[in-house]
T-cell receptor, first 113, second 111 residues
């Protein structure tokens, strides 16, 4: 299984809502990532988890809260988002931080109204 | 600021033609990677070239790396409509795990 799955595929939420994005991989990878991608722009790194511990937080606003319940799962909890947070959110994994090749999920397209 | 800058921003070619895109970066690297993204979907890893390599092939893909010029190129030979996608170069920035992408080249291959 060389797949990273993400749910939901699409999400529409209001600025007062609380929602979560889910990412799962069964490749035994120990590093997992969240990226944000705006239209016609490259992905921007948000968070990195290594061995289930938060390794990198790229100064992301606290309305985004990552969680890594186990080595296969990565969540991104969303609360009080702004319309400018509308974007494609991509999850990725790699064998570990040193193995550079990352495997990406299909993304969750988020619209904040 | 982005570690990688790519040109051209967009490229339109016909099936069977070759497509070449370039990537420049600013700091020293251990390796450089190329990814493809079909419209609105996840990225797919294409190829990784290490700093001590000058050229690498994978199927119809050919990647070159010139560390003295801090630049890389991706050549897609005999392009197909299915090659229509955005192509990004990426390098590790500052520390392990921090993958930074170039602006990307949007390639359209028409039948």
């Amino acid at each position: 299984d060389t797949e990273v799955t993400q749910t939901p595929k699409h999400l529409v939420m209001g600025m007062t809502n609380k929602k979560s994005l889910k990412c799962e991989q069964h490749m035994g990878h120990r590093a997992m990532y969240w990226y944000k991608q705006k239209a016609k722009k490259p992905p921007e790194l948000m968070f990195v988890y290594s061995y289930e511990k938060l390794s990198i937080n790229e100064s992301v606003p606290s309305r985004f809260s990552p969680e890594c319940p186990n080595s296969s799962l990565l969540n991104l909890h969303l609360h009080a988002l702004q319309p400018e947070d509308s974007a494609l959110y991509l999850c990725a994994s790699s064998q570990d931080l040193v193995q550079e090749t990352q495997y990406f999920g299909p993304g969750t397209r988020l619209l904040v109204l | 600021s982005q570690q990688g800058e790519e040109d051209p921003q967009a490229l339109s070619i016909q099936e069977g033609e070759n497509a070449t895109m370039n990537c420049s970066y600013k700091t020293s690297i251990n390796n450089l990677q190329w990814y493809r993204q079909n419209s609105g979907r996840g990225l797919v890893h294409l190829i990784l070239i290490r700093s001590n390599e000058r050229e690498k092939h994978s199927g119809r893909l050919r990647v070159t790396l010139d560390t003295s010029k801090k630049s890389s190129s991706l050549l897609i030979t005999a392009s197909r409509a299915a090659d229509t996608a955005s192509y990004f170069c990426a390098t590790i920035r500052d520390s392990w795990g921090k993958l930074q992408f170039g602006a990307g080249t949007q390639v359209v291959v028409t039948p």
